[in-house]
């Protein structure tokens, strides 16, 4: 079993930005791919941005260039800068981990509101 803590979100005013943060921890025996998604009122959960197994990235189109998604392994963190921040990031946040490439797990979410 793996349990993930999300921190970092909150109010911020369009054009601020927020850094995210997520921790792993648990009976972590296999690869951890971790990445973050989002889901809106109204709306299905989305990918943000995520590493694949080859430790490359992928972004949601509409937060390419203002998002970057990093991680520390070796800890089992992954974080995720976001930049130029606009009311339609508003959302809950949740980190994700796949492990093993068998068993996915999500954090509790964490909350980001841009609003002036």
């Known amino acids: 079993q793996v349990q993930l803590v999300e921190s970092g979100g909150g109010l911020v005013q369009p054009g601020g930005s927020l850094r995210l943060s997520c921790a792993a921890s648990g009976r972590i025996s296999r690869s951890l791919l971790m990445g973050w998604y989002r889901q809106a009122p109204g709306k299905e959960r989305e990918l943000v941005a995520d590493?694949?197994?080859?430790?490359?990235?992928k972004y949601a189109d509409s937060v390419k260039g203002r998002f970057s998604i990093s991680r520390d392994t070796a800890k089992n963190t992954v974080a995720l800068q976001m930049n130029s921040l606009k009311p339609e990031d508003t959302a809950v946040y949740y980190c994700h981990a796949l492990h093993g490439l068998v068993n996915h797990y999500w954090g509790p979410g964490t909350q980001v509101t841009v609003s002036s």
């Open positions: 590493f694949s197994s080859g430790g490359t990235t």
